[in-house]
């Protein structure tokens, strides 16, 4: 095998490929990459038995062939490459990188213990790659880390005709996203749990991407896969049931508080800077303000006021506070609205105005002693 290739786009191809490359693989040849000429240029693959990831790059092949070589080494190179076409050269069981004056020889897996790719799913549908990119990211927040309650650490997608529903859950919180898609077929109704980590390392990823074609596989094959830009992921499905979170949002509320989102940001940033681990940030709306509030007794302590307007009768609720910048920085809308049943009872956090429907963040309050 042989080829020559530009050094910014072999660079970025290799990272992105090797950014799903496990940290402990199972098998070593699993931490490789796998390196095929095409009549079309170089296509760089990874794959772990999960996830994988598959991009095309304009390459001038003089030799076809195939090999496998470790996958972060070949990124920390091509990276580290002088401005210059890149020559690589497979000689035996090693492959030569040269670029300008620099070269290295590298080892190389046996290509034939590589396994095979998953074959990608039909395509479903498009969405354009910011708006997915955008909807993933506020989301992907609310998911759960602790692998001892996998369900918790998935996305669920919903497709319903042209519109798509994302959601996700640690049990503090929950975000909800609602966008809409070209479906293939006009009457497509489907669910899918997919890894909150791959999903949001993938859709940030094909954020450039004009159109993402998103594909889910037929039920009980557990793929879904992404592309875009000449880029391809797939990644397997979690198992368990999803908790049935439309429940959990209120159908009314008592009251609704609407806050400049910036202010509010930075109002809860300077007050939590006294609270202690784990302790809450105290917000008590009335007509005209919000009142923050963290410490108490012999502790540090401060306090802030931030203008709002308060629809219904005030409250006193307390919030984790970065559970709360998590949530308002995923707004990214100038005017948050909090609405609320009661004191006790979970707000719903949203934007002003109609794109308040298209998402909202639930958050648990923490309870106030006495």
């Known amino acids: 095998m042989r080829f ?3 050094r910014d786009a072999v660079a970025d191809a290799v990272a992105w490929a090797a950014r799903t490359l496990p940290s402990r693989p199972s098998m070593p040849i699993l931490a490789g990459l796998l390196l095929e000429t095409q009549s079309n240029g170089l296509v760089i693959s990874s794959f772990d ?4 990831s598959r991009v095309e790059v304009d390459a001038a092949a003089t030799e076809p062939g195939r090999c496998v070589v470790s996958g972060r080494l070949l990124a920390d190179i091509t990276r580290s490459l002088p401005s210059a076409p890149v020559e ?4 035996g069981t090693r492959v030569s990188v040269s670029c300008g004056r620099s070269s290295f020889m590298l080892p190389t897996f046996p290509v034939e213990d590589y396994p095979s790719l998953p074959e990608m799913p039909h395509t479903s549908g498009t969405v354009p790659g910011s708006l997915f990119a955008t909807a993933v990211a506020q989301v992907a927040i609310a998911a759960g880390r602790d692998d001892t309650l996998p369900t ?5 997608i919903e497709v319903d005709g042209g519109v798509v529903t994302l959601a996700a859950t640690d049990r503090y919180r929950l975000a909800v996203r609602e966008f809409s898609w070209s479906p293939a077929a006009a009457h497509q109704e489907t669910q899918a749990l997919v890894p909150a980590r791959t999903l949001a390392e993938t859709a940030k990823s094909l954020a450039g991407a004009d159109v993402i074609n998103l594909s889910l596989a037929a039920a009980g094959e557990g793929l879904m896969g992404f592309e875009g830009n ?6 397997r499905l979690l198992d368990g049931e999803f908790p049935k979170y439309r429940s959990l949002l209120p159908s ?3 009251s609704s508080a609407l806050v400049a989102t910036a202010e509010l940001v930075e109002a809860v940033k300077r007050v939590s800077l006294v609270a202690e681990r784990n302790t809450p940030v105290r917000l008590a709306f009335s007509d005209g303000e919000v009142l923050l509030r963290a410490g108490a007794g012999d502790e540090a302590q401060a306090s802030e006021a931030v203008e709002c307007s308060l629809e219904g009768e005030g409250l006193e609720i307390a919030f984790n506070p970065q559970y709360l910048l998590d949530g308002l920085g995923a707004l990214d809308a100038p005017q948050a609205r909090l609405a609320f049943t009661q ?7 949203s934007a002003d105005g109609d794109a ?4 909202r963040y639930l958050l648990m309050p923490v309870r106030l002693a006495g």
């Open 356 to 359: 308040g429907a298209e998402y």
């Open 152 to 156: 918790l650490t998935g996305i669920r």
């Open 49 to 52: 038995y999960e996830t994988s």
């Open 252 to 254: 009314e509320t008592l």
């Open 4 to 6: 020559r290739v530009e």
């Open 230 to 235: 000449g880029r391809r992921t797939t990644t």
């Open 88 to 91: 690589v050269t497979v000689e």
């Open 343 to 349: 004191a006790t009872r979970p707000a719903v956090l």
